[in-house]
């Protein structure tokens, strides 16, 4: 049984392989390319120790024609406590070391439905759309404690929805209470206020005479920045604001300030 199995496993990766030579465009190349990866790794972490010789060697093989030399290496190097002779597969592998490319963006680029999420995922109540990653329940235990925090993580990891979180809790609380959003530039302003009103146009006929939803105050240009809920600024003029006379009594309604790209203030 386990010699039909080890033959079953080779004959896929042959198989792969001529799929993979014979495309001649990019996307069912990536494809191929995808089910090699896999077909690898499923071998060298499930069944090292109890495939033969020639299916190791043809892994190596694999791994180095897919460009990932480095994992190719590591992989030779485990083999060799089990592969005497590997000095073969070396030398294949030392040509082409200038052709590498990383395997992590390999993965990253075309495999990221794939990969497993091993952190604990469970619904919180206070979303209902989806379900928050760890961090971004962390984030919201601060903010509903009324604490600090600083959130620093890649592009289109949830960030904008912390912040529409902040707003939603203002909003929600009563209409006297104030979130400045500190955009790092001029330009990104009128994007945040459209971004505003797009999430909470539902909640602008909540608002008692004299209020309004979304504000913007930038030294160009003013709109509404005492009156509303949700105001949208620079650096530089909330500092002009936090120092003035004339709005201290303005100041003492702010709950929340977020600031955005951070890093840029330094």
């Not at 071998?43 to 024609?65: A, C, P």
């Not at 992590?104 to 919180?124: T, Y």
């Not at 609380?173 to 400045?180: C, E, F």
Request: with cysteine; hydrophobic share 40%; charged share 25%.
């Amino acid at each position: 049984n386990r010699s039909s199995d080890h033959k079953a496993r080779q004959a896929k990766l042959n198989m792969c392989q001529k799929e993979l030579e014979s495309c001649r465009s990019e996307a069912p190349a990536q494809f191929w390319k995808i089910h090699l990866f896999l077909s690898c790794h499923s071998l060298v972490d499930e069944h090292l120790l109890t495939i033969n010789k020639k299916l190791r060697r043809d892994i190596v093989h694999t791994v180095k024609s897919l460009g990932f030399v480095g994992n190719a290496r590591m992989i030779e190097k485990e083999l060799e406590k089990w592969l005497p002779s590997s000095t073969k597969a070396r030398q294949a592998i030392t040509e082409d070391a200038d052709n590498d490319s990383t395997c992590c963006r390999f993965q990253l680029s075309f495999m990221g439905h794939l990969m497993e999420n091993k952190e604990k995922l469970e619904p919180d109540s206070r979303i209902q759309a989806f379900v928050p990653d760890m961090w971004q329940r962390k984030v919201m235990d601060c903010v509903d404690k009324n604490e600090s925090v600083v959130v620093s993580a890649p592009t289109s990891s949830g960030k904008t929805f912390i912040s529409f979180y902040c707003m939603e809790k203002i909003l929600r609380s009563s209409p006297d209470n104030v979130l400045v959003y500190v955009s790092p530039t001029k330009a990104l302003v009128n994007q945040v206020a459209a971004m505003v009103y797009a999430q909470f146009a539902h909640r602008k006929t909540d608002l008692p005479p004299g209020k309004t939803l979304c504000g913007v105050f930038t030294r160009d240009y003013r709109l509404q920045p005492q009156s509303c809920q949700i105001l949208v600024t620079v650096p530089e003029v909330l500092d002009i604001l936090m120092l003035s006379t004339v709005t201290q009594e303005w100041v003492r309604s702010i709950k929340y300030v977020i600031f955005d790209e951070a890093s840029l203030y330094v």
